[in-house]
């Protein structure tokens, strides 16, 4: 409490302050006071002063001195200033009088020359003050580096300060420390002088100096650093106000984006928020710390508890949360008048800013992290189409255990956060997958998922949105951004249209040789279906074996055992032991295939030309001349890697007498010093080649790629073309002719009707003017290749809308037998004029697939036409064809000039014969030897024999294809009936191709060299210029681009492998083909029902992959083989390919397996098995 001293008063009332005190007798030196009547403070609790007084007066006094009196200073300043203003804008007035009444110019000019003088005397004091002050504003703006530095030096040596708070709260809050001997107080000293010449360069920069005294950070400064000096004069310390540093934390948030930390507004927010709340609950806090460990000065301090300041802090947080526990409480008058307030204000900043706070930390997003790499191991970055289902089918692929020991991990960056299913999948998959929230056309989000060291980025795309171009303009925009970014990263990006992937080309970056590849999901759809055209089935073959399976073991003898096995088969690629080098592709195909159990397709063949810079293409199945060379890349079909990796290890020397596989292994020969110098890591099926990706064709060299005389010995009579007559495009790999109208390629129904069309295929399509254009010259290329003669390519008749098919004919304009139809697919009526029943194959696309949002109607009106034209019946007696070697032809046409058909370039292809069951053969073009493609042939009299494949976009949908199978709906596409069988495709199946192509782009230009009929770089830098064929003359060099190989189905019922046909090994089969016709083998399209003797055996064929050498072969297989070109064909009257065109539809009727004698059948049998006993004991291989 408070007394009054008289000299032999008492201290108040208490008993205890009841002993006289002398001042004169102070035992404090540094203090002298004199007998007068005071009002002095005192408490016997203060541990330096036997006396019991407390100094806090004294402190607080210098405080309040400091800011009242420069307050009162600045007031003052402005006030004579404000007096002088006025006073001198009267003088000025007054001046101004006499100017207009004295007229007289000595008077007037006196004056002003004075007043001239007198404003120049203060400008130079102006401008230094000015930059002065503009030095001192730069100082602390954090403009520059050194007032960045100064700005955040002040902010840490004002939480140093506040921490010192903290230790000494633990302190009584007035004691008598040493200031030479306190390290603590020193620290404080330098702390506060420093904050005193800040507090100097800020009222120097100041423009207001009566706001700037009146800031809260000035008011900090006023109770805090005079004590301090105060503090070292009386050898005392008083705690008092110095937790008032802890509203510097206030400025937190400027502090961080000074530095560049935070960006965002949300960040920005946050940080406010919460620097704002912790700066209030410190700062009242330690001011209940205050009152409550001294007490009430008019209590005589009596009244005081011990408090830490963490108690009260919790005091304090209890109080603004209305919880108020009541353990601890304040008993001090000043501390409960102080909570009345704070709990009004405390209350409100509680309930508005805690809930604020924790909003914005929920909308923070949870995956928006960096992702750190870990040593060792690669990282690729998978954007684009983010969902569960594009997701769960890459993830599915990329990750199967068939690839060996994959080491890389998966960065999924998406700009909307997964759902729960999605999220669900990654949580299952975290060892090896992260997902990052982010925009891959934000700078920011790339350094976070650093792009700049992964190994390579993948772009999904989505394949069922409404607007193909806008999903590509998207994907496309993301390749600019990324390779703006990072311009050496590898990018594969998935495109939906054909047109925009020139496009690509434009960005400077894009280099296809670095490895960037575009996946362009509508030409290789386009081209599966095509050669399904050629080959039924091959669609399903070759979407298998990119496409990573595990075998699924079955016991039972049915067609899901055989077509499971072929599925297990996967491409893979690894380099051929040097014990192949100087041998021929046949020779080293045959060891791998019976020594090795795998399956050599295609190689990397490095030019020999200098001029080339050794450049690398790729060969499938070439002939004798090739011959490999050192480091050679062989294209395998195997059932996993670790198989593979036998035709790197084999030696000669080592594994010549080794007859188990399995037992060929690394040895210690020193042929592999090469490959270990030149390729460390060979060894891993999952290198990548960089040779030129999909653009390579292995048909670009007319040096490299000259006949094989071995093959046909009658090459020298190729067909005389005439030189004059542009009949290929510019490159040679394709049929060309002269752009057509439309007109001109329209058929009625009256025309079509009274033209028998046969051997044709028939494109349905459903699409209108809206519809987005599927890109059908991506159908029509494949069947047009120029590997194929004239006279064997099928002609192609569209049904569908014409509004569309005018769309989609300046792509079309410049490819021979096309023809128009326009109508439905849907009616009948239509697909009777194109005679259906007559044709090789109808495809069934449709345009309209992603404009419905329910998904099981995506497919719908494929799916009706297919019902439809099953359920059709023939007439037998309606278009009885004659049967011949030539085919039908109408009265009157002229077979010489097919231009001058009367239905527009249609030329009748060899024949489909009505009535029983009666056999065609055909002769292979070379002299002595019989090589049927086709068995037999027969009028389909109902439309369920009609060889038809269905474009899905809905994988459940193929349920319905097929109303007699016997597929569960949850059952995967691979395993469906239809698929099987190769009557359907869905574009799904393209996935697996993503990660084929990271890990080995040379597979990508592999299935496109099969499928797309060879594309070359000419021809696409062509097509994204002109987007059409440019036509060219017949040259040597394009006509060498013909001698490429191609797919086809061979027959084994009669001709030189009928006595394999029945009974024999699918081993010696491959081996005589490759051996005589430089024929390679890799699949067999067998009946459903061939294991089976029952009569009523169902026509359906599923595919059969790779067969082991042991596989026992049926009279009604076809032979899926890579066969060379025939030049002689040109000039024979039936073309071994023409006869493969129409094998089909003859070989799948049941009834042809029902005509083969029985005695031939046994007689075949027996010669068969002692010709195969025979061959295996003269067989040697070298």
Same mark, same amino acid.
């Given at each position: 409490m408070l007394a009054v001293a008289d000299g032999n008063g008492s201290y108040g009332s208490s008993p205890r302050m009841t002993n006289n005190i002398n001042f004169n007798k102070n035992t404090d030196s540094s203090v002298s006071i004199s007998k007068m009547d005071l009002i002095i403070p005192f408490s016997p609790e203060v541990p330096c002063d036997n006396n019991g007084q407390r100094m806090w007066w004294a402190f607080l006094a210098s405080s309040m001195v400091t800011f009242f009196g420069g307050l009162f200073i600045i007031l003052l300043w402005r006030t004579l200033k404000y007096l002088w203003t006025v006073c001198c804008h009267c003088n000025i007035k007054n001046k101004e009088a006499q100017k207009v009444n004295n007229h007289m110019n000595s008077q007037a000019d006196g004056p002003t020359k004075n007043q001239n003088d007198k404003e120049e005397a203060p400008v130079s004091e102006v401008g230094w003050m000015t930059s002065v002050k503009d030095w001192a504003g730069v100082m602390i703006s954090a403009q520059t580096l050194t007032g960045r530095v100064l700005v955040v030096l002040v902010f840490a040596?004002?939480?140093?300060?506040?921490?010192?708070?903290?230790?000494?709260?633990?302190?009584?809050?007035?004691?008598?420390?040493?200031?030479?001997?306190?390290?603590?107080?020193?620290?404080?000293?330098?702390?506060?002088?420093?904050?005193?010449?800040?507090?100097?360069?800020?009222?120097?920069?100041?423009?207001?100096?009566?706001?700037?005294?009146?800031?809260?950070?000035?008011?900090?400064?006023?109770? $805090?650093?005079?004590?301090?000096?105060?503090?070292?004069?009386?050898?005392?310390?008083?705690?008092?106000?110095?937790?008032?540093?802890?509203?510097?934390?206030?400025?937190?948030?400027?502090?961080?984006?000074?530095?560049?930390?935070?960006?965002?507004?949300?960040?920005?927010?946050?940080?406010?928020?919460?620097?704002?709340?912790?700066?209030?609950?410190? $700062?009242?806090?330690?001011?209940?710390?205050?009152?409550?460990n001294s007490g009430d000065p008019w209590e005589n301090f009596q009244n005081s508890q011990q408090l830490s300041y963490w108690e009260c802090v919790y005091l304090l947080m209890v109080t603004m949360s209305t919880v108020g526990y009541g353990d601890v409480y304040a008993r001090t008058t000043l501390g409960r008048l102080f909570m009345v307030f704070f709990i009004l204000g405390g209350l409100a900043m509680f309930a508005s800013y805690v809930p604020e706070i924790i909003e914005l930390i929920g909308n923070r997003k949870k995956y928006g992290g960096s992702y750190s790499a870990v040593n060792g191991r690669k990282h690729i970055v998978v954007c684009g189409h983010i969902t569960l289902e594009s997701v769960s089918n890459f993830l599915k692929d990329f990750l199967h255990k068939d690839r060996d020991d994959v080491n890389v991990e998966i960065v999924f960056l998406h700009n909307i956060s997964p759902n729960l299913e999605l999220e669900a999948l990654f949580k299952r998959h975290f060892t090896q997958v992260e997902f990052y929230q982010g925009s891959v056309l934000n700078p920011h989000d790339l350094a976070r998922v650093k792009i700049e060291s992964a190994d390579a980025c993948l772009i999904l795309a989505n394949k069922y949105c409404a607007d193909p171009d806008a999903e590509d303009a998207s994907n496309i925009m993301r390749v600019i951004s990324i390779k703006n970014y990072h311009p050496k990263i590898r990018i594969i990006t998935q495109m939906l249209q054909y047109h925009n992937k020139a496009h690509l080309l434009n960005i400077p970056s894009w280099n296809w040789k670095e490895g960037d590849d575009a996946i362009c999901l509508a030409e290789l759809k386009a081209g599966f279906i095509a050669q399904s055209c050629l080959a039924q089935g091959l669609s399903t073959m070759l979407a298998n074996l990119f496409s990573m399976r595990s075998y699924i073991k079955i016991e039972e003898d049915?067609?899901?055992?055989?077509?499971?096995?072929?599925?297990?088969?996967?491409?893979?690629?690894?380099?051929?032991?040097?014990?192949?080098?100087?041998?021929?592709?046949?020779?080293?195909?045959?060891?791998?295939?019976?020594?090795?159990?795998?399956?050599?397709?295609?190689?990397?063949?490095?030019?020999?030309?200098?001029?080339?810079?050794?450049?690398?293409?790729?060969? /499938?199945?070439?002939?004798?001349?090739?011959?490999?060379?050192?480091?050679?890349?062989?294209?395998?079909?195997?059932?996993?890697?670790?198989?593979?990796?036998?035709?790197?290890?084999?030696?000669?020397?080592?594994?010549?007498?080794?007859?188990?596989?399995?037992?060929?292994?690394?040895?210690?020969?020193?042929?592999?010093?090469?490959?270990?110098?030149?390729?460390?890591? $060979?060894?891993?099926?999952?290198?990548?080649?960089?040779?030129?990706?999909?653009?390579?064709?292995?048909?670009?060299?007319?040096?490299?790629?000259?006949?094989?005389?071995?093959?046909?010995?009658?090459?020298?009579?190729?067909?005389?073309?005439?030189?004059?007559?542009?009949?290929?495009?510019? $490159?040679?790999?394709?049929?060309?002719?002269?752009?057509?109208? /439309?007109?001109?390629?329209?058929?009625?129904?009256?025309?079509?009707?009274?033209?028998?069309?046969?051997?044709?295929v028939v494109v349905c399509i459903f699409g209108d003017v809206t519809s987005a254009l599927v890109g059908l010259r991506n159908l029509v290329m494949p069947l047009r290749a120029s590997n194929f003669h004239y006279h064997e390519l099928k002609p192609i008749v569209f049904v569908g809308s014409l509004d569309y098919l005018r769309r989609e004919w300046e792509t079309l304009h410049n490819f021979p037998k096309v023809s128009i139809l326009p109508g439905t697919p849907?009616?009948?009526?239509?697909?009777?004029?194109?005679?259906?029943?007559?044709?090789?194959?109808?495809? /069934?696309?449709?345009?309209?697939?992603?404009?419905?949002?329910?998904?099981?109607?995506?497919?719908?009106?494929? /799916?009706?036409?297919?019902?439809?034209?099953?359920?059709?019946?023939?007439?037998?007696?309606?278009?009885?064809?004659?049967?011949?070697?030539?085919?039908?032809?109408?009265?009157?046409?002229?077979?010489?000039?097919?231009?001058?058909?009367?239905?527009?370039?249609?030329?009748?292809?060899?024949?489909?014969?009505?009535g029983s069951n009666i056999p065609i053969i055909t002769e292979l073009a070379k002299p002595g030897k019989l090589l049927p493609l086709v068995s037999f042939s027969q009028e389909k009299n109902s439309g369920n024999n009609i060889q038809m494949i269905t474009e899905l976009v809905n994988d459940s949908n193929v349920q319905f294809l097929d109303q007699d199978d016997d597929d569960d709906p949850d059952t995967e596409l691979y395993l469906t009936q239809p698929f099987a069988c190769g009557t359907a495709f869905a574009i799904s199946v393209l996935d697996s191709l993503m990660s084929a192509t990271y890990f080995n782009d040379n597979i990508l230009t592999l299935i496109r060299t099969l499928v797309t009929g060879g594309a070359t770089p000419e021809l696409e830098g062509l097509l994204a210029e002109e987007n059409a064929l440019r036509g060219g003359y017949s040259t040597p060099q394009t006509l060498a681009n013909r001698d490429r190989c191609r797919v086809a189905q061979l027959a084994l019922y009669d001709g030189p492998f009928a006595d394999l046909g029945d009974g024999g090994c699918y081993g010696d089969l491959f081996c005589k083909a490759l051996k005589t016709y430089n024929m390679l083998c890799f699949g067999i399209y067998r009946l459903r029902d061939a294991h089976l003797s029952t009569p009523g055996q169902c026509t359906k064929r599923y595919v059969i992959t790779n067969p082991p050498y042991e596989f026992e072969l049926v009279p009604t297989d076809l032979i899926f083989c890579l066969m060379q070109f025939d030049h002689n064909a040109g000039q024979s009257r039936v073309s071994l390919s023409h006869s493969s065109h129409s094998s089909h539809s003859s070989s799948k009727k049941c009834s042809s397996v029902h005509s083969i004698p029985a005695t031939n059948r046994q007689n075949r049998s027996s010669k068969a098995r002692e010709a195969r006993d025979k061959q295996k004991k003269e067989m040697v291989y070298r």
């Open positions: 040596l004002s939480i140093g300060a506040l921490g010192i708070y903290f230790i000494d709260s633990s302190d009584p809050i007035e004691s008598c420390p040493n200031f030479y001997k306190d390290f603590t107080l020193q620290i404080d000293m330098a702390f506060n002088v420093f904050f005193l010449l800040y507090f100097g360069l800020r009222f120097i920069a100041a423009n207001d100096k009566l706001w700037f005294w009146l800031e809260v950070n000035s008011v900090v400064d006023f109770f $805090t650093v005079p004590p301090v000096f105060v503090s070292v004069y009386l050898n005392r310390s008083w705690l008092g106000l110095r937790f008032l540093r802890a509203l510097r934390l206030i400025q937190f948030s400027e502090i961080l984006q000074f530095l560049n930390i935070l960006k965002t507004s949300n960040s920005i927010k946050l940080v406010n928020l919460c620097s704002i709340f912790i700066s209030t609950w410190l $700062t009242a806090a330690g001011f209940i710390h205050l009152v409550e049915t067609w899901q055992k055989y077509y499971l096995e072929g599925v297990a088969n996967e491409m893979y690629t690894e380099y051929l032991s040097s014990a192949f080098v100087g041998l021929s592709f046949p020779t080293v195909c045959e060891l791998c295939y019976v020594k090795l159990k795998l399956l050599l397709i295609a190689i990397e063949y490095k030019s020999e030309q200098r001029e080339s810079r050794s450049r690398k293409r790729i060969l /499938i199945n070439p002939g004798n001349h090739v011959k490999m060379q050192e480091g050679t890349l062989g294209f395998f079909i195997a059932s996993d890697a670790k198989e593979v990796k036998r035709a790197f290890f084999y030696c000669k020397a080592c594994h010549d007498d080794i007859t188990d596989p399995k037992r060929i292994k690394k040895c210690g020969c020193k042929r592999m010093t090469y490959f270990e110098e030149e390729h460390p890591s $060979t060894l891993s099926p999952k290198k990548k080649q960089r040779n030129g990706g999909m653009r390579n064709s292995p048909n670009c060299s007319p040096k490299m790629m000259r006949h094989d005389p071995l093959l046909i010995p009658g090459n020298e009579q190729i067909e005389n073309m005439d030189a004059s007559v542009k009949r290929y495009d510019s $490159t040679g790999m394709f049929h060309w002719c002269p752009s057509k109208d /439309i007109e001109k390629a329209i058929l009625t129904r009256s025309e079509a009707s009274m033209t028998v069309l046969s051997g044709h849907l009616s009948r009526a239509d697909l009777r004029a194109v005679n259906i029943n007559l044709c090789d194959m109808c495809v /069934i696309l449709s345009a309209n697939q992603n404009n419905i949002d329910d998904a099981s109607l995506q497919d719908k009106e494929c /799916i009706l036409a297919t019902l439809n034209i099953k359920s059709m019946q023939f007439d037998d007696s309606i278009g009885v064809l004659q049967a011949n070697s030539q085919g039908f032809t109408p009265p009157g046409m002229d077979r010489s000039s097919p231009d001058n058909s009367p239905v527009h370039g249609l030329v009748r292809q060899a024949s489909i014969t009505t």
